[in-house]
């Protein structure tokens, strides 16, 4: 992963986003379409597009920082930059250490995609990104949990036959359904997982996360957040 722009002098000797000039905005960029990185090395996705519109609505200077998911957030935790845009669903787990802005993705379904339609998704084995509410869901459905730390493993684990089944945000495994000629395809049913995505901070951070739900809530409002939502998941995605 490319470390992107880092900390500004200025915020390592306040230790505070308020007397910072520059936000930090912490992302995964390697869950396309949510986020990735592009081939200049520059982060890309929907939630680069959402996150610098924020910013600009915000009224706030910010910077792109990369992470791996497993770290995500002990980094923010630890200052490494000041919120986490990156695909991350509301949990009532998550929100015991950090605090989340209200979603600006719906709750959506998850979806096992599996290399055959009789694929045991209850007692098989299945792959999930590590540290995710679809690990957990695998974990306590019966199934045999194999997890990696990054999301493109879990659907190699399938390809490979290490895994009968790959659990994930479906959003994220249509690509790979639909350009796979039939070697993998949707299994059982989709499954209801969190209160949506949306944008964590530390919990002393609720002046920075009131601005971003302000900045939120004027694209509800002025309706421009639905359309960029269908442009990255395609005019069938669940809107606001």
């Given at each position: 992963m490319k470390k992107l722009l880092l900390a500004t002098a200025l915020l390592a000797l306040t230790g505070g986003v308020a007397a910072a000039q520059t936000v930090r905005l912490g992302t995964e960029g390697a869950y396309p379409p949510f986020n990735f990185i592009d081939d200049s090395g520059n982060v890309a996705g929907f939630e680069r597009e959402l996150g610098d519109e924020l910013c600009k609505r915000a009224g706030l200077t910010c910077e792109w920082v990369t992470t791996d998911w497993d770290s995500i957030i002990p980094n923010l935790q630890s200052g490494n930059y000041d919120v986490i845009i990156a695909g991350m669903s509301i949990t009532d787990e998550r929100a015991q250490v950090v605090?989340?802005?209200m979603n600006y993705v719906p709750p959506a379904?998850?979806?096992y995609a599996a290399g055959s339609a009789?694929?045991?998704?209850?007692?098989?084995?299945v792959s999930a990104q590590v540290g995710?509410?679809?690990a957990a869901h695998v974990a306590e459905s019966g199934a045999t949990l194999l997890e990696f730390p990054t999301p493109d493993e879990t659907v190699a684990a399938v390809r490979n036959g290490e895994a009968v089944a790959v659990f994930a945000d479906k959003d994220y495994l249509v690509p790979y359904v639909n350009e796979s000629n039939g070697a993998l395809m949707f299994v059982?049913?989709?499954v209801p997982l969190g209160g949506g995505v949306?944008?964590?901070f530390r919990q002393s951070d609720?002046?920075?996360?009131?601005?971003?739900d302000a900045a939120i809530q004027s694209m509800k409002d002025d309706g421009t957040l639905n359309p960029l939502i269908k442009k990255h998941f395609g005019p069938d995605a669940k809107v606001f």
């Amino acid at each position: 992963m490319k470390k992107l722009l880092l900390a500004t002098a200025l915020l390592a000797l306040t230790g505070g986003v308020a007397a910072a000039q520059t936000v930090r905005l912490g992302t995964e960029g390697a869950y396309p379409p949510f986020n990735f990185i592009d081939d200049s090395g520059n982060v890309a996705g929907f939630e680069r597009e959402l996150g610098d519109e924020l910013c600009k609505r915000a009224g706030l200077t910010c910077e792109w920082v990369t992470t791996d998911w497993d770290s995500i957030i002990p980094n923010l935790q630890s200052g490494n930059y000041d919120v986490i845009i990156a695909g991350m669903s509301i949990t009532d787990e998550r929100a015991q250490v950090v605090d989340f802005s209200m979603n600006y993705v719906p709750p959506a379904a998850s979806a096992y995609a599996a290399g055959s339609a009789d694929a045991d998704i209850t007692g098989g084995v299945v792959s999930a990104q590590v540290g995710t509410i679809q690990a957990a869901h695998v974990a306590e459905s019966g199934a045999t949990l194999l997890e990696f730390p990054t999301p493109d493993e879990t659907v190699a684990a399938v390809r490979n036959g290490e895994a009968v089944a790959v659990f994930a945000d479906k959003d994220y495994l249509v690509p790979y359904v639909n350009e796979s000629n039939g070697a993998l395809m949707f299994v059982g049913e989709d499954v209801p997982l969190g209160g949506g995505v949306g944008m964590a901070f530390r919990q002393s951070d609720d002046e920075l996360r009131g601005k971003f739900d302000a900045a939120i809530q004027s694209m509800k409002d002025d309706g421009t957040l639905n359309p960029l939502i269908k442009k990255h998941f395609g005019p069938d995605a669940k809107v606001f």
